[in-house]
């Protein structure tokens, strides 16, 4: 269900091109209904640096492709940083042509300075007043999250996919809601495009992964189907194992998980108390008349298994980890399920917001917590 009156995806783009400013929303039931202000980085000047400043209140942050980032030597504040935040990069200035680099003025100057065809290293200086941000690779394809919408509207636009955004503040300095969202947009009479039309847009004419081998196994749990996706941003591999028949009006147990060391491999029973194990999800979905599991095939980083010891150890709290559980490459996992033929979906997960899953086609009805026997 809608919760904002919103623009197609061709009256947004067309905004864009002109230069125009956009309000663009997370406008899902169940995602944390977030909103920005963006206009495309080659048409950005003061006016927008100050508009998004004094009125949306937010951080004035740039985004970028990777490939811009590494053109620029822009390398992650944070190394090994969780997919649920955006990936900051240090912050930089123009290294000729500014004053202090605080003004409305000047970052529009370094963001200029940054998106220039043939800008290179020796253009900026950091640390900076502009905040870049890398965009994933395959954008809401991949990570379903506001930066990556932004720019997505824009290299769809025909202009290179640059993008300056804002969160929009509420007066009390808040995150503001769906009704301030709303009366932001009018206020200034700014279309209001949605996430998750963008991510329905993109599928109708796309996708990042492919089916490349499909066949039936024997578990201990007895006989799965079982399909590799190869994904065709960063050219991974993703198995997918499910059984029964997959009806998209009918609730189907999911899981989609990211390998764990000592979680699912060890088995330890502390973190499979918190969070679904392999072994777990597979047993419960033998039990159920159908159900999806998906391993990502993405590799654990040593910080994440250094986290997971110790907390098997007991040697930190688990809000203080970096475990991460089946929101890593939710756009990634979506586009199985759909592929698989999955709608409807009871979630073999703790309670989490999901950005833009109705871009997918896909509805979250239910959570389930681990079962410990």
Request: aromatic fraction near 6%; include cysteine.
């Amino acid at each position: 269900m809608k919760s904002f009156s919103h623009s197609s995806v061709e009256d947004i783009m067309s905004d864009i091109r002109q230069g125009r400013m956009i309000v663009l929303v997370d406008d899902d039931e169940n995602s944390a209904r977030e909103g920005i202000v963006m206009v495309a980085a080659e048409h950005c000047d003061a006016f927008h640096v100050n508009f998004m400043a004094r009125q949306a209140r937010g951080l004035v942050c740039l985004a970028l492709t990777r490939d811009r980032c590494e053109q620029l030597e822009l390398t992650s504040m944070v190394i090994g940083g969780s997919d649920k935040k955006p990936n900051f990069t240090t912050s930089i200035e123009a290294a000729r042509g500014i004053d202090t680099g605080i003004s409305a003025a000047d970052r529009a100057h370094t963001i200029q300075t940054a998106v220039a065809s043939f800008a290179s290293p020796a253009d900026i200086v950091q640390p900076g007043h502009v905040f870049p941000l890398m965009v994933a690779s395959g954008g809401v394809l991949m990570r379903a999250g506001l930066t990556e919408a932004a720019s997505d509207y824009i290299g769809l636009s025909g202009l290179p996919p640059a993008a300056v955004i804002s969160d929009i503040l509420s007066s009390k300095g808040e995150l503001a809601d769906k009704s301030e969202l709303s009366e932001f947009a009018n206020k200034h009479q700014l279309k209001i495009g949605s996430m998750a039309d963008l991510i329905n847009f993109r599928l109708r004419n796309e996708h990042t992964i492919k089916r490349i081998r499909t066949g039936k196994i024997e578990t201990f749990f007895g006989d799965f189907n079982l399909s590799v996706y190869k994904d065709n941003v960063t050219g991974g591999n993703h198995v997918a194992l499910w059984r029964g028949e997959i009806l998209a009006e009918v609730a189907t147990p999911v899981r989609v998980q990211v390998r764990s060391t000592v979680r699912d491999l060890i088995n330890c029973r502390s973190l499979s108390s918190r969070s679904w194990s392999f072994t777990q999800s597979l047993k419960y979905i033998s039990k159920s008349s159908s159900g999806v599991i998906i391993l990502v095939g993405a590799q654990e980083s040593e910080q994440q298994l250094l986290s997971n010891v110790d907390l098997s150890l007991g040697l930190s709290d688990f809000k203080d980890s970096t475990h991460t559980d089946s929101s890593k490459n939710i756009g990634l996992g979506a586009q199985i399920l759909r592929d698989l033929g999955v709608g409807k979906i009871r979630l073999l997960s703790a309670p989490i917001k999901y950005n833009a899953l109705s871009g997918f086609d896909l509805e979250v009805v239910d959570f389930l917590s681990p079962i410990i026997e």
